[in-house]
């Protein structure tokens, strides 16, 4: 990976931990919105979404989708459905 990928790299990941942690969920905006900012619980989703919007923007901003070969889309995809049999079959295989 070149500087410039590692730090796109970074970019996104950061994006996507501050979008997980940094947001309220539904229900406790509902419960919480008009005490922390003085909005309506539909207002403040409005609000939280075009933020969540932007924060994805921002993150992924330059950076271009990288291109599979079919060989390399089907063994992602053969890792996926078999890390996901194993999950669902409580780590068994």
């Known amino acids: 990976m070149t500087t410039t990928e590692k730090l796109h790299f970074n970019r996104m990941f950061d994006a996507l931990k501050k979008i997980e942690k940094g947001y309220l969920s539904a ?7 008009e005490k922390l900012w ?12 075009q933020n969540l919007q932007s924060e994805a923007s921002a993150g992924t901003a330059h950076i271009k989708k990288v291109r599979l070969t079919k060989k390399e889309n089907f063994e992602l995809m053969d890792k996926s459905i078999n ?3 194993k999950h ?5 295989h």
């Open 27 to 33: 229900s406790k905006m509902k419960k919480m919105s």
């Open 38 to 49: 003085g909005l309506g619980f539909h207002e403040a989703l409005e609000m939280s979404y």
């Open 83 to 85: 890390a996901a049999i």
């Open 88 to 92: 669902n079959n409580g780590g068994k």
